[in-house]
């Protein structure tokens, strides 16, 4: 699993409030992804991490912010949920040595 | 944009036969993922293809990539039920940067029928 951790596993929550995914990793990868997948689309990429407080959009960016303020806790928040953002959300690294990406347990959201 | 389409889209095999599926994008691009996903698990990954004419093979799984037909193609040769599961290819579309970002064809729903 590439010691990657995500919390929470599960979230419900109401339209309009602010929600904050963790992901978690302990090997010191420099890379971090967040993607979401939903039904038809496959996974898409939000926003990603080349290094501590150096973050970039994905294709999917609008609605989503991160954070990087330590190499291995890269934090991605929906500044006032909606019902779109409704999905499953997956944290991944880059292992550079393999050239492998490796995802983590996927966080469950859904905004009601 | 880069754009990958996967097909088919849905699969289904009788353990014992073969078939391939099919993975196009739309851009030059020289790494080439593919994943596998169960249903309410997250994807692990399968291959990785680093060049043209790259082939690797796990099982009865085996991936090539052909960068100048912009085609992956993943290859299941005598299918088993324990292969039932959703198959992702994924391209880099940072070409000949570093970020290795990821964009993933809708995938393919294999299920395999005894």
């Known amino acids: 699993d590439a010691g990657i951790t995500q919390s929470p596993r599960h979230k419900v929550t109401e339209t309009g409030t602010p929600v904050t995914l963790r992901c978690h990793q302990t090997e010191n990868h420099r890379y971090m992804y967040w993607y979401r997948q939903d039904p038809g689309h496959g996974l898409r990429l939000i926003h990603y991490s080349y290094g501590v407080k150096d973050t970039d959009k994905g294709e999917v960016s609008d609605g989503y912010s991160v954070s990087r303020s330590k190499t291995e806790d890269f934090l991605l928040t929906l500044e006032s949920a909606t019902s779109s953002q409704t999905s499953v959300y997956f944290c991944a690294i880059h292992g550079q040595g393999s050239n492998e990406q490796f995802f983590g347990p996927g966080t469950r959201l859904t905004v009601l | 944009e880069l754009k990958v389409e996967q097909n088919p889209l849905f699969l289904s095999m009788q353990e014992g036969k073969n078939y391939t599926i099919y993975c196009n994008y739309s851009?030059?691009?020289?790494?080439l993922y593919w994943y596998r996903q169960d249903p309410g698990k997250s994807l692990e990954s399968l291959f990785v293809?680093?060049?043209?004419?790259a082939v690797k093979q796990e099982g009865r799984l085996m991936a090539s990539l052909d960068t100048k037909a912009r085609l992956s193609t993943l290859h299941i040769t005598a299918a088993v039920h324990d292969l039932s599961a959703t198959y992702f290819c994924?391209?880099?579309?940072?070409?000949?940067?570093?970020?290795?970002?990821?964009?993933f064809g809708k995938g393919t729903l294999l299920t395999v029928n005894p």
């Open positions: 293809l680093l060049s043209n004419g």
């Open positions: 994924a391209v880099d579309m940072d070409r000949g940067g570093s970020n290795y970002k990821l964009t």
């Open positions: 851009t030059t691009s020289d790494r």
